[in-house]
């Protein structure tokens, strides 16, 4: 009996003693493949083999500036040095930037790309567009936010009323005296009064956004000044529930909310 189960554990560590071998020599040719890779890629500064799949190669690439962007792309190197690029010349503030590109050794297939700045964090999958993984925003592109902290009411009318359209504004509700944002980040151009206040801003792109409901304003909303999303502009009137109401128009389109919040982020 002890004969059995002493020959019994001898071809148990056998076989694991072969299992661990074998494991050890996939991760070696995967480390040797890794290390040819980097020799025929020097942008690839560091690699190692994926956490979590051993055919996938993470490789890293520090950038202090953009003077340590490469002159010459390769072809993987086209796939992040664009955006590495574009972040570069518009916001120069996010350096450092660290890529990280994960690709399959056998079939050179991207994975999924990120670069990271001191405030960002952008991730590309295989087929997807660029997005900000802090606030799910297609980048570079316009990312806005709800005008307050309540409830968007959806507004529908007939496509072929006009008239319709153009007096048509975008329905937003919250509890009394609530603030209220900009939608996104702007120039105020216009201030107007009737028995409320309306604010007319302007977002770049060809983005404009006219909030009007208003009960009274903050110190934030002057003329010519530049208002960021975090800043109030006013402040709903005291009521149980209030209403503001918004017009978007970008390339002088005028725009439905959920379909302007939804592009954004598909």
């Not at 994975?111 to 606030?135: E, F, P, R």
Request: proline share 5%; hydrophobic share 40%; aromatic share 10%.
């Amino acid at each position: 009996m002890s004969s059995s189960r002493a020959l019994l554990i001898t071809l148990f560590l056998g076989v694991l003693a072969l299992f661990l071998v074998i494991l050890f020599v996939k991760k070696s040719n995967s480390i040797q493949d890794a290390q040819s890779y980097t020799k025929l890629n020097p942008t690839c500064r560091e690699f190692k083999i994926h956490t979590k799949k051993s055919n996938l190669v993470e490789c890293f690439l520090n950038l202090e500036s953009v003077s340590d962007l490469p002159v010459n792309s390769q072809d993987d190197d086209t796939l992040y040095l664009p955006m590495a690029r574009f972040i570069g010349e518009r916001f120069p503030h996010e350096f450092p930037l660290r890529v990280r590109h994960i690709f399959s050794l056998t079939d050179k297939l991207t994975d999924s790309i990120g670069i990271s700045g001191t405030s960002i964090s952008l991730i590309k999958s295989k087929n997807s567009a660029w997005k900000n993984k802090i606030n799910g925003c297609k980048f570079p592109g316009p990312c806005p936010v709800m005008p307050l902290k309540g409830s968007a009411i959806p507004q529908k009318y007939a496509k072929e009323d006009k008239k319709a359209e153009r007096i048509f504004r975008n329905k937003f509700s919250a509890i009394g005296e609530a603030p209220v944002n900009a939608i996104l980040p702007g120039k105020i151009l216009k201030i107007g009064r009737d028995s409320l206040f309306s604010v007319i801003i302007y977002h770049s792109e060809n983005i404009y956004s006219k909030i009007s409901g208003l009960y009274s304003l903050s110190d934030y909303a002057q003329i010519g000044n530049e208002i960021s999303q975090d800043s109030a502009i006013g402040f709903l009137p005291p009521k149980d529930t209030a209403f503001i109401f918004v017009e978007i128009t970008r390339n002088g389109k005028y725009e439905l909310w959920e379909n302007f919040l939804r592009e954004s982020r598909e």
